[in-house]
């Protein structure tokens, strides 16, 4: 018998038991818990009665979104729902779009204005560099 063979073997196994193996999985991450629309808006009273409204339709693009939202607007009919688009855009570029887009499409296209009213075949697109927000009769008011 070779003890040299042994004495490897029984290191090993001493070298073995000392060790601290690792976990097999990474433990998760923790996420942080994030804001919801509940924790910004109120949540709706069961015992109030919601007015229906006309219908609108609001699109959010960013920066790269200008020719899908030409490919959108451009197959909307004249008697569709008010639209509101936000687009990313740099400040006094939205009216150009705009009118870039009024052209082709069979809705009306303009850069949103302050009272303007969201209406039946037409869209509003938010001028770059402002804030705007739909109030009231679905009027829109940007405000810079």
Known sequence: ???????????????????????SRPEPRRIEKKLTADAVLPAPSPNR??????RIVCIGASTGGTES???VLELLPPDCPGVVI??????HFTASFARRL??????A?????????????????????????CSGPATATPSR
Request: aromatic share 0%; net charge negative.
């Open 69 to 71: 939202l030409r490919d």
């Open 86 to 91: 936000v687009q990313h855009m740099p400040e």
């Open 1 to 23: 018998m070779d003890t040299g063979s042994s004495v490897r073997a029984s290191d090993a196994v001493r070298a073995a038991a000392r060790a601290k193996p690792r976990p």
């Open 49 to 54: 009665a919601v007015a229906e409204t006309d």
């Open 109 to 133: 296209v303009k850069e949103a204005e302050d009272g303007d009213a969201v209406l039946p075949g037409r869209a509003l697109i938010a001028p770059g560099g402002a804030t705007s927000c």
């Open 102 to 107: 009024d052209g082709p499409c069979a809705i």
